[in-house]
């Protein structure tokens, strides 16, 4: 069985441009969470969707949001990028909402210049 | 601010030794806990969980404890291997308002000498 599947691995973008990343969970899975890992940092939550409601946003500005999909895959989005925003992007998949095994992605590396 | 944090950020030990990594959280209501292992440049590895229900789950070669008295959490790598050597990190989901929102500990680099 595929695991959670993150696209692009890798991407640079240039400072005030938009950036969107895709997740694909777990087949099964409806839950799909966001997080943000800074280097030297754990993962921040960012946006959690279940059934393809949002059901929890972190502390990030409004230059970020997300939706999920009706067959469950999520895409994050990020509007007027900034050097801050350089980081390891990370979507999880649980079965369930809460209280059950959170599975990761590989994650997509975004550096922004 | 309520958090999830680690008592040590580094630790070293021999091939085949015991490793013990601990996590602290100070959130009385968390119910439910993961750790993680994360290698250089991967995601998360989701290693064991344990609900607050629980004093201690055993998975292979792991083991997690839960002392909720302390809100103190530990696992346990029995005859640590080299390819052990990675990043831990400790979770909590908080339930409720929370939802599924899982709070990450700083981390703790685990190093295994052959």
């Known amino acids: 069985d595929a695991g959670v599947t993150q696209s692009p691995t890798h991407l640079i973008k240039t400072r005030g441009q938009h950036v969107t990343l895709r997740c694909s969970p777990i087949s099964g899975h409806k839950s799909v969470s966001w997080y943000q890992q800074v280097l030297g940092q754990g993962p921040q939550f960012i946006f959690q969707y279940y059934e393809k409601e949002e059901r929890g946003r972190g502390n990030f500005p409004d230059r970020f949001s997300a939706r999920q999909f009706p067959n469950y895959s999520s895409e994050l989005n990020v509007n007027a990028l900034l050097l801050g925003d350089s980081a390891l992007y990370l979507c999880?998949?649980?079965?369930?909402?809460?209280?059950?095994?959170?599975?990761f992605g590989q994650g997509t590396r975004l550096t922004v210049v | 601010g309520e958090s999830v944090g680690l008592h040590l950020p580094t630790l070293s030990v021999q091939e085949g030794d015991n490793s013990i990594i601990n996590c602290a959280y100070s959130n009385s209501a968390s119910d439910y806990f993961i750790w993680y292992k994360q290698e250089s440049g991967k995601g998360p590895q989701f290693i064991i969980d344990i609900r607050s229900n629980m004093d201690k789950r055993q998975g292979q070669r792991v083991t997690v404890l839960l002392n909720k008295t302390v809100k103190h959490l530990s696992l346990q790598i029995a005859a640590t291997q080299p390819g052990d050597s990675a990043v831990y990190f400790c979770a909590e989901n908080k339930g409720g308002t929370s939802y599924g929102k899982l709070t990450f500990g700083q981390g703790t680099i685990l190093t295994v000498h052959p």
């Open positions: 999880a998949s649980s079965l369930e909402g809460q209280g059950t095994e959170a599975f």
